[in-house]
DNA sequence: TGCGTCACG
DNA sequence: GACGTACGTGACGCAC
C-alpha cells in the first residue's frame, strides 16, 4: 500500500540504541573468537523489544532504523570545532557498528544511514514526508536534538522509560513550543556537541527571551533592548556564533533520502536469515525466543560452547535482567507494610548475597538527620521501600504528627535488618555509601562489606563528569529519576521527607536503590576494564569509614572565642567603613566589588581601570594592593588600603567567626564536615558544612581563628604535616637527582634550588633569592609560565621567563616530565598518578586557551593526585596504626592530620602516626626521597600547627 | 543563579 | 604572531 492517512512509521534512532547498549551491559565478548559484541546484544534485545511491543493497532505499519554514516558531516563545514569535544571511540565498541546493521537488516527492518548527513537529519526529512503525506510519526529516541520535530502528527518515545514524549513534554524540557526549540538551542549552547551559544545563557534564560521577543531573529535585532547587561553584551557580541549555532542545530529536513516511505513498510522477518544472524553472534537465549515467536526450530548451537562471563551470562534465564532491557516501571516498586513482607525481601536478598540499600531522612546534614525510610533492590526493576517514620499532613502544619498508616515499628525493622547488614558474605551496595554508613552507624549498625557506585564512577570516570545519582542514572541508563524538589518543593517552604506521603515516597525511594542496583551491575565490569579496580579497593572504598568516624567524631570548637572575635571584628569594620566613606566623600557599599569600581576609577578618577567580562571595574586584591602603593594617588590609595583591611575582615568575620558558630552541633558541641571522597578530580578530599580546608593562618588576624578549635578537657590536639609532599613527588617522578638527594640530604629544597640556578652558594643565600627558587619550585607544579610567574613574584616577563630557563637548563628531567605527562594525556585522554589513579584530561586536544589550561591540569593532576593517594593510604591504615592509644583522627587538610588525644599519650601517637604517613607509599611505590611528618601539639590548633 | 572575591593546600 | 595563562578546592555577598 502506498504511504498516507492512516499510516504510521517509527524511526528509530539507531546511534542512540548503540550507544545504551554499550554503556549498559558488561564487555561481553563472543565465546568462540573473543569478539566484542555487548552492544550488538542489546541492540539486538532492544530492536527485538521494539518489534513485538508495538503489534497491534497502535504499532507501526512502516518502520526504519536511522544510523550516523561517519563522524563528518556538512555541519564540520559550518563550524570546525562541531562535535570537537566529543570523546574517542571506545576501542571494543568500533568492531560493532557494522553488526548493528548487519543486525537491523537480519530482522528485515530498513536501515539507512547517509553521507554528510547525521541521522537526525534523515529522520527530519522522512518525519517531514510522512506527516506531509497525513500519515503519524513515532520517533524512537529520547534525544533532546529531535525535540524541535515534536508535533503536527510527530511525537517521540523514550524506550527507556517507556514514555511519549509530546509538544507539552517538549515545552516542559525547554521552556518554548518544538517549533522554538532551536532558537533556544541556538542561544544556550551544548557543551556536548560543542554547540557555542551565547556565553553565561543556558536554557532557561534562553527560553525567556525567546519567549518575550518571539523568536531568534526578534531578539538579535532587538538585543539593545534587554534591560540585563550581562545578556545584553551576550547576545550582541555573539551575534555571529548564535547565528552559526543556529545552522548547527538545525536539523536538514530535505536531505536526499533515496528511500521512499513505501520502502520502509513492516515486513515479517525472514526466519532463515535472522536465526543465521543470531546464531552466528551466539545469542542462545535470543535466538530461542525469537525462534518461539517466528515458531520454527532455533538452529543448533552447542550448550557448552557458551560459559558464564560471555554472552550467555546475560542471555541464561537465571541471570539478573540487564539494566537496559528491563523498564523503569515505578507502580512495580513494592511498599513493605507488614512483617510478611519484609521477611520475604530478606530472604532474597540471603538467596542472591547482596542488595542496594538506600535511606531516606530528615535532613542532608547526617548528625541531625532522622531516619525516615529504608529502600532496598536486589535486581534491576525490583525494589521496595520501607516507611518508618513517615507523618501525616504532607506539609500542612495543622495536620498533626501522627504517623502515617503502612509502617512498621522502626526498632523492629531496623533489628531485622542490622544482621543482614553486618553478615560478611552480603554485599551492601550504595551510591554514597558514607551517608547511609554514618545514619546506620549513629544506630548501632557497621554496614559491611559494601560497595559504592558513586566510587565506583570516580575510579573510572573522574574529570570526565561528576558522580552524582541522578546524573549517573541519565548518563548510563538513560533514566532521569524522579527528582527530589518534585517531592520536597525547594526553598523557604520545602518539607522534609518524613512529610511526603507515603504512596509518593515508595516511588522515589524505591526507584533510587533500583538505580543504585542498575549502576553497580554496569560498572562493575568495567572496573577492570578501565584497569582501576586497585584504585577503587585501595584508595577509594575503604576511605569510607575512616572519613565517616572522623566526621561523627567532629572537633571541639569554643563559641565564646568567636563570638568575641566577631563583635572586635564588627567593631573595626565600622571603623573602616567609616573612614572609607569619608575618603570617598560619599556612603557606599564597601562590601559591592561594582559601586567600589565606580567610586575609585569613576568618582576619583583613578587610572587604569580594567572591566571583566561582565561589564564592572576588577577590584581584586591584586587591583587594590597596587592602588594602595601607589602613593602618588593620594586620597585613593589611602582608600584601597583601608577597603583591603576592611576585606580581610569581613571575610573572617561572615566566613568564619559568624558562620563557624552557626556549625557547633547543640548535642556535641562540636563541629561536623563533611568530606566529599568525589568530588575532586585528582583524588583530593573536599570539606563542606563547614569548609574546615580553608580555616586562615596565612595572616596573624586570621590565625587566631584557630585558636578556637581546642582539645576536650585532659585532652591535646595534634597536628602532623608532610612536609614538601609535592615537591618530592616531582622530584621522584620527574627523576631529578638534586633534588632527591637534597631531600635525603634533609637540606631545604628552596635554597638548594636557588643556590643551582643562580650559583649562590648555600651559606651566602639571601631571602630574596630564596623566595624567588620558592616560587618556581611551586609553578613547577602547577605547570609554570612566564606569565604566571612573573604575576606571582611581580618582576618583568622575560625576567620570569629567564629564571624559567635557567631552571629547565639546570634540571631538564622536569621539562622532559611534562612533556611526557601532556604527550601521555593527548595519547589516553587521561593522566595517572604513581598509584594508578585515572585522572581524564577530555580537554587537552582542544585550541586555543582551553588548550593551555588543559595543559597544565594534566601536569600538575599526577603531582596533586600522588600526593593525596599517600595521606589516603596513611588515613586508612591509620585505625590500625594508633589502635589502642586514646586518640582520635578528626581532621585531613591535604596534607595534614589532625588528632585530638589524650595528654599522656601524645609522644606515642606521634610516633604511631608519623610511621604510618611516613610510610604510607609501601608497598605499592617505592620512592626515590623519603617522605616526612613533622609533629605538632597543643591545646588548640594555632598552637598543634 | 552567576560572578567576584578570598580563605586554604 | 596572537591568544591569555600559574594547580586544586568551598563559602560568602552582591546583583540580576
Redesign the pocket.
Known amino acids: 500500500m502506498s504511504f498516507g492517512k492512516g499510516c504510521h512509521l517509527h524511526l528509530i534512532d539507531g546511534s542512540a540504541f548503540i550507544f545504551r547498549a554499550y554503556h549498559a551491559l558488561p564487555p561481553l565478548t563472543r565465546k568462540s573468537d573473543g569478539l566484542p559484541i555487548g552492544a550488538v546484544a542489546g541492540f539486538c534485545n532492544m530492536l527485538w523489544g521494539q518489534l513485538t511491543q508495538n503489534k497491534g493497532k497502535t504499532g507501526p505499519t512502516h518502520i526504519a532504523v536511522v544510523f550516523d554514516y561517519s563522524s563528518k558531516t556538512f555541519r564540520d563545514d559550518i563550524y570546525d570545532k562541531y562535535k570537537a569535544n566529543r570523546p574517542e571511540l571506545p576501542e571494543d565498541l568500533r568492531p560493532q557498528f557494522p553488526l548493528t546493521r548487519d543486525a537491523t537488516r537480519a530482522f528485515n527492518v530498513a536501515c539507512l544511514e547517509m553521507e554528510g548527513y547525521e541521522a537526525d537529519d534523515i529522520i527530519a526529512t522522512l518525519a517531514r514526508q510522512a506527516t506531509e503525506a497525513g500519515g503519524d510519526v513515532t520517533i524512537i529516541s529520547s534525544d533532546k536534538d529531535l525535540m524541535q520535530l515534536v508535533g503536527n502528527g510527530v511525537v517521540m518515545f523514550d524506550a527507556m522509560k517507556n514514555r511519549t514524549i509530546d509538544r507539552d513534554e517538549v515545552i516542559e524540557k525547554f521552556g518554548v513550543p518544538p517549533e522554538r526549540v532551536v532558537d533556544v538551542q541556538s542561544l544556550a549552547g551544548d557543551s556536548v556537541d560543542n554547540v557555542p551559544g551565547a ?2 545563557i ?1 536554557v ?1 534564560t534562553a527560553a525567556l527571551l525567546i519567549n518575550e521577543y518571539g523568536d531568534l531573529e526578534t531578539l538579535l535585532s532587538r538585543a539593545e533592548e534587554i ?5 545584553r553584551q551576550a547576545l550582541i557580541e555573539n551575534a555571529d556564533l548564535i547565528r552559526v549555532s543556529k545552522r548547527l542545530v538545525t536539523l536538514d529536513a530535505h536531505a536526499p533520502v533515496k528511500e521512499t516511505l513505501d520502502e520502509l513498510e513492516v515486513r515479517d522477518p525472514e526466519a532463515g536469515p535472522l536465526m543465521d544472524f543470531l546464531s552466528q553472534m551466539e545469542f542462545r537465549t535470543l535466538t530461542r525466543r525469537v525462534a518461539d515467536a517466528l515458531k520454527v526450530e532455533p538452529p543448533a548451537m552447542a550448550e557448552n560452547s557458551l560459559t558464564p562471563g560471555h554472552v550467555d551470562q546475560m542471555a541464561a534465564a537465571d541471570a539478573p535482567p540487564q539494566p537496559e532491557t528491563v523498564p523503569f516501571v515505578h507502580a512495580d516498586y513494592e511498599h513493605v507494610r507488614d512483617r510478611g513482607a519484609l521477611d520475604r525481601w530478606i530472604a532474597a536478598i540471603r538467596e542472591a548475597g547482596r542488595v542496594a540499600i538506600d535511606t531516606e531522612t530528615t535532613s542532608l546534614d547526617e548528625m541531625r538527620a532522622e531516619l525516615v525510610g529504608i529502600s532496598l533492590s536486589v535486581v534491576a526493576g525490583q525494589a521496595c521501600y520501607i516507611p518508618l517514620g513517615h507523618r501525616q499532613g504532607g506539609g500542612d502544619l495543622f495536620a498533626g504528627d501522627a504517623p502515617s498508616e503502612g509502617q512498621l515499628p522502626a526498632d523492629a525493622v531496623l533489628a531485622a535488618l542490622k544482621p543482614l547488614l553486618e553478615d560478611g558474605s552480603i554485599l551492601k551496595i550504595g551510591q554514597n555509601m558514607k551517608y547511609d554508613w554514618k545514619i546506620f552507624a549513629r544506630l548501632g549498625i557497621r554496614i559491611a562489606p559494601f560497595d559504592d557506585t558513586m566510587l565506583m564512577s570516580y575510579a573510572m570516570h573522574a574529570g570526565q563528569h561528576n558522580h552524582g545519582m541522578d546524573g549517573l542514572s541519565e548518563r548510563y541508563l538513560g533514566h532521569k529519576p524522579i527528582e527530589i524538589k518534585s517531592l520536597l518543593g525547594s526553598g523557604k517552604s520545602a518539607i522534609t521527607f518524613d512529610r511526603v506521603p507515603v504512596d509518593e515516597a515508595v516511588k522515589y525511594a524505591a526507584e533510587d536503590a533500583d538505580v543504585t542496583v542498575r549502576l553497580w551491575q554496569a560498572f562493575k565490569p568495567n572496573l577492570h576494564r578501565a584497569a582501576v579496580t586497585t584504585v577503587y579497593e585501595t584508595l577509594e572504598r575503604p576511605l569510607v569509614p575512616v572519613l565517616a568516624d572522623m566526621e561523627l567524631a567532629g572537633i571541639r570548637v569554643d563559641p565564646n572565642v568567636l563570638s568575641r572575635m566577631s563583635n572586635a571584628f564588627a567593631q573595626k569594620m565600622a571603623g573602616l567603613e567609616a573612614e572609607i566613606h569619608e575618603l570617598a566623600g560619599q556612603p557606599f ?1 564597601v ?7 565606580e567610586i575609585l576609577f569613576d568618582a576619583m578618577g583613578v587610572p587604569g581601570g580594567e572591566k ?3 561589564g ?9 594592593e597596587d592602588i594602595a602603593a601607589n602613593t602618588d594617588l593620594g586620597r585613593p590609595a589611602d582608600l584601597a588600603a583601608r577597603v ?1 583591611d576592611w ?2 575582615l ?3 568575620k ?3 567567626t ?2 563557624l558558630q ?1 556549625h557547633i552541633n547543640p548535642e556535641t558541641g562540636r563541629v561536623h564536615t563533611s568530606y ?1 571522597i568525589a ?4 583524588g ?1 578530599l ?6 574546615l ?7 596573624e588576624e ?2 587566631r581563628i584557630r585558636e578556637a578549635f581546642v582539645a576536650g578537657p585532659g585532652m591535646r590536639l595534634v597536628s602532623l ?2 612536609s614538601q609532599i609535592e615537591l618530592r613527588i616531582l622530584a621522584h617522578v620527574a627523576d631529578i637527582p638534586a633534588l632527591k638527594q637534597a631531600f635525603r640530604d634533609g637540606i631545604d629544597i628552596h635554597a638548594m634550588t636557588a643556590s643551582e640556578m643562580f650559583g649562590v652558594p648555600l651559606d651566602q643565600m639571601t631571602p630574596e633569592v630564596r623566595r624567588r627558587a620558592k ?2 619550585n ?12 612573573a ?3 611581580r618582576i618583568p ?1 622575560a625576567e620570569a621567563q629567564a629564571f624559567i630557563d635557567t631552571y629547565f637548563e639546570r634540571f631538564p628531567g622536569i621539562r622532559e616530565y611534562m612533556d611526557r605527562t601532556v604527550a601521555f594525556a593527548k595519547e589516553n585522554g587521561f593522566v595517572q598518578t604513581l598509584f594508578g589513579r585515572k585522572i581524564h584530561t577530555p580537554e587537552i586536544n582542544s585550541k ?2 582551553t588548550a ?2 588543559a595543559r ?2 594534566a ?3 599526577p603531582i ?1 593526585g600522588a600526593a593525596a593517594d599517600i595521606i589516603r593510604r596513611a588515613m586508612i591504615r591509620m585505625p590500625q596504626a594508633i589502635r589502642g592509644l586514646p586518640a582520635t583522627m578528626l581532621l585531613q ?4 592530620l589532625l588528632f585530638e588525644v589524650e595528654e599522656a599519650a601524645v609522644d606515642d601517637l606521634i610516633s604511631a602516626a608519623r610511621a604510618a604517613m611516613e610510610g604510607a607509599a609501601h608497598p605499592a611505590v617505592h620512592l626515590d626521597v623519603p617522605l616526612v611528618a613533622d609533629a605538632g601539639q597543643g591545646a588548640n590548633w594555632a598552637e598543634a ?1
Not at 568530588?679 to 585528582?682: D, E, L, S, Y
Not at 611551586?778 to 610567574?789: A, P, R, T
Request: cysteine-free; charged content about 20%.
Open positions: 556565553p553565561g543556558g532557561k534591560k540585563q547587561p550581562k545578556r557599599n562590601g559591592s566589588p561594582k559601586q567600589l569600581g571583566g567580562k561582565t564592572a571595574y576588577a577590584t581584586g586584591a591584586d587591583v587594590l583591603l576585606r580581610q569581613s571575610k573572617l561572615s566566613t568564619y559568624d558562620a552557626n566529599s568530588g575532586a578530580n585528582t583530593r573536599a570539606s563542606t558544612d563547614p569548609n580546608q580553608n580555616i586562615p593562618i596565612r595572616t586570621g590565625r604535616d608532610y616560587a618556581i611551586f609553578g613547577v607544579i602547577y605547570g609554570i609560565s612566564g606569565f604566571g610567574l604575576r606571582n613574584l616577563r586555543g586557551p593551555g589550561f597544565r591540569a601536569i600538575n593532576a596533586q587538610v591535604h596534607d595534614e600547627h
